[in-house]
């Protein structure tokens, strides 16, 4: 796989062939050819290695295409999540990123592409604003991008989503151990439970083979006083013959 530049993702002015994006002027127009401009947003953090290569390959083959089908379109590169500002007044957020803004500075008219962010859907998208079939909408004004140093914004996102994992990876830690905590509580409350139902039904065993045993006792306390009256009936008419 080619390998594509990434110091033009270091510079303050971010390049794309031989364009500066500060170089936006209102005064282009289809005189000279000039009269859009393509402004291609994405994630510039170097960090994304592959991904971030595979993106440039297809912004590269986009502006051979449009250049060799004679497209009027000037095109610059963005790393949006670093001029998040500047990329704001286009409607494009992080989770928007990679895709394509084309922007008229003349007439003060932009539209942002909602496809997929592949080859042929920029092509697509970019030949839809040419023809008209893609409408624009209204941007008060262009600003100018900020001079920042995006090599040293990527490192300090990298270092506070590093501090917010370790943050997060500890309030894991604690929410686990408070879950781990809490389940031995209710296996405990249950072994407990459990001990005292076991305990319960033993007593319950016992209490009635308790009564068993007294009914029985009874009842064979009764069968043996009634065969000692009858004894006492039997002596007491042999006495009186």
């Not at 996102?157 to 389940?183: C, N, P, R």
Request: hydrophobic share 35%.
């Amino acid at each position: 796989m080619k390998r594509h530049d990434l110091s033009l993702l270091k510079q303050r002015s971010f390049l794309f062939g031989r364009h500066k994006l500060v170089q936006i002027d209102r005064s282009d127009s289809g005189a000279n050819g000039l009269e859009c401009y393509a402004q291609l947003a994405l994630p510039g953090d170097p960090k994304r290695g592959a991904e971030l290569q595979n993106e440039l390959g297809v912004l590269e083959s986009v502006r051979k295409t449009a250049r060799k089908r004679g497209d009027p379109f000037h095109f610059v590169l963005l790393d949006a999540s670093c001029q998040h500002e500047f990329a704001d007044w286009f409607d494009v957020q992080t989770t928007k990123l990679p895709t394509v803004v084309a922007l008229s500075p003349k007439k003060l008219r932009y539209v942002q592409m909602i496809m997929t962010f592949n080859e042929a859907n920029i092509l697509t998208f970019l030949t839809g604003v040419k023809s008209g079939r893609i409408s624009t909408g209204p941007i008060v004004d262009i600003p100018t991008p900020k001079e920042v140093d995006c090599a040293a914004v990527h490192e300090e996102i990298s270092a506070l989503e590093s501090t917010q994992f370790e943050e997060e990876d500890g309030d894991m830690e604690d929410m686990m151990a408070e879950i781990l905590a809490e389940e031995a509580k209710e296996k405990e409350a249950l072994a407990r439970k459990m001990k005292e139902e076991q305990e319960r039904k033993k007593r319950e065993v016992e209490e009635t083979k308790q009564a068993e045993e007294a009914e029985k006792k009874r009842l064979s306390e009764e069968e043996a006083a009634k065969k000692k009256k009858k004894k006492k009936k039997k002596k007491k008419k042999k006495s009186e013959l």
